[in-house]
């Protein structure tokens, strides 16, 4: 029974990948027959015929590279388990300390830094050829490479004492370490929405208040009538990296602020940044940003709790081909075969998601100009090269936000 258990778990940890990489395949494979030689007529009025097809050059280059990337990688994940690789590695910890939470960072930074040192090369490529093919790329060589060292810093600052705890708490408490674990990495999700503005965001880009004049005064003049109470209003060097543009909200309570790159504020006028505003508004009036933050950390536990029932299994780490079960392995595993509940809670989780996009939107019919949402939204996906005509299929596994057209419908 041990042997046929062990061979089931092997077999699952080979297939469940390569499944994943086989439908996203199909479902670009979908996404690719949407598109025409000529202009769509739904798109006549929204698009030019020439970003029609710069934008479908841009998504080909794009899906290209996803390939190359996703197959890559896929290739690294396979090796690693059918040679032993995350054995090895686990190895190698073992040789360097004997506490147990020490093998476990180790083991992951090795992962974690060759991980990074893989994808490295698609992210330059991604950077440096198709976002400046396109002219969306501002970013020098070296605020790249600043980027990835900051990012690696904030790694070792919050991610390896975060997981020293999680592993701690698992090596002292057993098998309810999965109630600690959630509450701490709670606590950890509640603080980073409140500060990550503050905290994290100034790290890499610059945010300086929106100065005083007619773009302000109409913010918190529909701020007062919606009875949103807002204080902190930002504009963020976007255009450090690239030429798109967004706007955004952070935090919630008194720690709320919107942000606006400043690409947006060169490309559309003061009643299409105000509807864009409106719409974020919406969003925490409607309560979605509590909604989806309890969401996350209720599943957060259940993924936790799940976890705990198998983690002490030591078929886990023998599907790696290791001997000693361990519960870096054993996450390895656990993270592979929660992969098609994973895809399941990410359905649904985009399906709501894009009914609360609609929702905010409704909320800016009803209180601002749909007119200057949808004439916000076209230029977005334009300036963008954003796909307006995604397949339905691909829209439902992938799209947190419905297509251009869906919306625009709706605020007609």
Same mark, same amino acid.
């Given at each position: 029974m041990g042997a046929e258990m062990y061979n089931t778990i092997f $077999?699952?940890?080979?297939?469940?990948?390569?499944?994943? $990489?086989?439908?996203? *395949?199909?479902?670009?494979?979908?996404?690719? *027959?949407?598109?025409?030689?000529?202009?769509?007529?739904?798109?006549?009025?929204?698009?030019?015929?020439?970003?029609?097809?710069?934008? @479908?050059?841009?998504?080909?280059?794009?899906? *290209?590279?996803?390939?190359?990337?996703?197959?890559?990688?896929?290739?690294?994940?396979?090796?690693?388990?059918?040679?032993? !690789? $995350?054995?090895?590695?686990d190895g190698i910890a073992r040789s360097l300390s004997a506490n147990l939470i020490v093998i476990a960072l180790i083991f992951f930074g090795i992962i974690g830094f060759g991980s990074e040192i893989i994808n490295i090369p698609f992210s330059c490529y991604d950077t440096f050829v198709i976002e400046k093919r396109y002219g969306f790329n501002t970013m020098t060589v070296r605020t790249f490479i600043t980027d990835n060292i900051k990012s690696?810093?904030?790694?070792? %600052?919050?991610?390896?004492?975060?997981?020293?705890?999680?592993?701690?708490?698992?090596?002292?408490?057993?098998?309810?370490?999965?109630?600690?674990?959630?509450?701490?990495?709670?606590? $950890?999700?509640?603080?980073?929405? %409140?500060?990550?503005?503050?905290?994290?965001?100034?790290?890499?880009?610059? @945010?300086t208040p929106l100065e005083e004049g007619a773009l302000r005064n109409k913010i918190e003049e529909y701020a007062i009538r919606t009875g949103f109470k807002l204080r902190n209003i930002y504009i963020i060097d976007g255009s450090k990296r690239s030429t798109k543009s967004n706007a955004y909200f952070s935090g919630f309570g008194p720690r709320k602020r919107i942000v606006?790159?400043?690409?947006?504020?060169?490309?559309?006028?003061?009643?299409?940044?105000?509807?864009?505003?409106?719409?974020?508004?919406?969003?925490?009036?409607?309560?979605?940003?509590?909604?989806?933050?309890?969401s996350s950390v209720l599943l957060t536990g259940f993924m936790l709790f799940l976890f705990s029932l198998v983690v002490d299994n030591p078929k886990l780490s023998q599907a790696l081909g290791a001997e000693n079960p361990s519960f870096h392995l054993g996450l390895?595993?656990?993270?592979?075969?929660?992969?098609?509940?994973s895809l399941l809670i !990410?359905?649904?989780?985009?399906?709501?998601?894009r009914k609360n996009e609609f929702a905010a939107d409704r909320f800016v019919k009803e209180t601002y100009d749909p007119d200057m949402l949808a004439s916000a939204l076209k230029k977005l996906s334009v300036k963008n090269l954003s796909n307006m005509l995604p397949h339905p299929v691909y829209v439902f596994f992938h799209y947190s936000h419905p297509p251009l057209l869906q919306r625009l419908d709706k605020l007609d």
């Open positions: $077999f699952l940890i080979i297939i469940f990948p390569l499944a994943g $990489f086989l439908l996203e *395949r199909y479902l670009v494979y979908l996404n690719g *027959r949407m598109w025409s030689d000529t202009l769509p007529e739904k798109l006549k009025g929204i698009c030019l015929e020439e970003d029609y097809r710069k934008t @479908q050059m841009y998504e080909k280059d794009n899906t *290209r590279l996803s390939f190359w990337s996703s197959a890559f990688n896929l290739a690294v994940i396979l090796a690693m388990i059918i040679a032993g !690789g $995350f054995s090895f590695v690696w810093f904030l790694v070792i %600052l919050i991610g390896l004492p975060v997981l020293s705890l999680i592993t701690w708490i698992y090596y002292k408490t057993g098998s309810m370490f999965w109630l600690y674990a959630w509450g701490l990495i709670t606590a $950890f999700s509640i603080f980073m929405n %409140l500060f990550y503005s503050e905290l994290i965001v100034p790290l890499f880009n610059k @945010q606006l790159y400043d690409t947006l504020l060169t490309e559309f006028t003061e009643d299409e940044i105000v509807a864009v505003l409106a719409h974020e508004i919406g969003h925490y009036k409607k309560k979605h940003v509590l909604r989806t933050l309890a390895i595993v656990f993270g592979i075969l929660y992969s098609p509940l !990410g359905l649904i989780s985009n399906f709501i998601s």
